[in-house]
C-alpha cells in the first residue's frame, strides 16, 4: 500500500465566517515541506472522502525561509512552511493560522500590525544627508556587524509574536520583534542619531515594560536570532535614557 501524507487544515471562508476542519490525504513523496504538500491540495483539491472543495488558501514567496510570509501554525507550533519537512512532523499534521493576527482566509492573515509597530518604533535608518554626517560611508567594527547581523536576519514572520502571551491584535504592546528592530537600529552609525525617538517610543505602557519574560520568542524564532538579549540591552539604554531626561542631560 502506497504511503501517504495526512493533514487536518482549518479552513475559514471568509474573515467573518466560522473556522471548520477538514482532513486531506496525499501520496508521499521524499523531501516533501509543507509549502510543497499545499500545492499538491491546491493541484487536487479534494478531501480524504473525496469531496471537491475550494483550493486551500495560504501565503507563501520565497520558499527559502527569506520573507516571512509563510508562517502558520503546524503541529501547534508556529513554523515556517517552506522550511518544515513533512517526515519531521507527527501525522495527521494539523495546520492552522497564526492566531494573533485576523484571519483572512484559511491559513492566510493580516500581518498588518507587525509593520505598523515597527512604523511606531521607527524602525528605519534615515538616508538623507547621511552622507554628509559621516564625511563619506558610515563605519562598523567587525564586532559590531557580527553582532548586527544576528538582528538583521529578521523577516517580520510574525512566530515571535505568536508565541508572546502579552502580544495580541487588540493590545498596544509592539512585541518582540520590534523591540530587536530598535536594538538594531539603534547600534547603527546612522541609525543612533535617531535612538532617543526610539527609546521614548518603548518606554511607554506599550513598550518595554509590557514584556512579562516568558522568553518563548527566542524558542521560536526561526532565524535563532537574540531577541531576549535585544530586550535585556534596551532595558538598560531606556533607564539611562530616563536618567538623561530626568537631569537635562544629552546623550
Known amino acids: 500500500m502506497a504511503k501517504t501524507i495526512e493533514l487536518d487544515i482549518r479552513r475559514q471562508d471568509t474573515p467573518y465566517s466560522p473556522p471548520y476542519w477538514q482532513r486531506f490525504s496525499i501520496p508521499h513523496r521524499r523531501g516533501h515541506n509543507i509549502v510543497s504538500a499545499l500545492m499538491v491540495i491546491r493541484e487536487h483539491p479534494f478531501t480524504q472522502e473525496g469531496k ?27 513554523r515556517q512552511a517552506c522550511s518544515t519537512l513533512v517526515d519531521s512532523l507527527e501525522q495527521p ?77 487588540e493590545k498596544d504592546f509592539v512585541g518582540p520583534a520590534a523591540l530587536a528592530a530598535v536594538r538594531l537600529m539603534n547600534s547603527h552609525p546612522t541609525g543612533r542619531y535617531h535612538r532617543r525617538q526610539r527609546l521614548h517610543a ?29 530586550i535585556g540591552e534596551l532595558g538598560r539604554q531606556t533607564s539611562l535614557q530616563l536618567l538623561r531626561d530626568l537631569f537635562g542631560e544629552s546623550e
Open 52 to 78: 471537491r472543495v475550494d483550493p486551500v488558501a495560504w501565503e507563501f514567496n520565497c520558499m527559502e525561509e527569506v520573507c516571512g510570509a509563510c508562517s502558520m501554525m503546524i503541529n501547534g507550533r508556529p
Open 93 to 169: 499534521i494539523r495546520l492552522e493560522p497564526l492566531s494573533k493576527f485576523p484571519v483572512v482566509r484559511d491559513l492566510m492573515v493580516d500581518r498588518s500590525k507587525i509593520f505598523n509597530d515597527l512604523k511606531r518604533v521607527r524602525a528605519w535608518i534615515e538616508i538623507d544627508g547621511a552622507w554628509d554626517i559621516h564625511q563619506g560611508a558610515p563605519r562598523i567594527s567587525p564586532v559590531a556587524w557580527k553582532e548586527n547581523y544576528l538582528y538583521s536576519r529578521c523577516m517580520s514572520c510574525g512566530c515571535c509574536l505568536e508565541a508572546c502571551p502579552e502580544y495580541a491584535t
Open 202 to 230: 518603548i518606554m511607554g505602557d506599550d513598550g518595554l515594560s509590557n514584556c512579562g519574560n516568558a522568553q518563548n520568542c527566542v524558542r521560536v524564532c526561526p532565524k535563532q536570532i537574540p531577541l531576549t538579549t535585544a
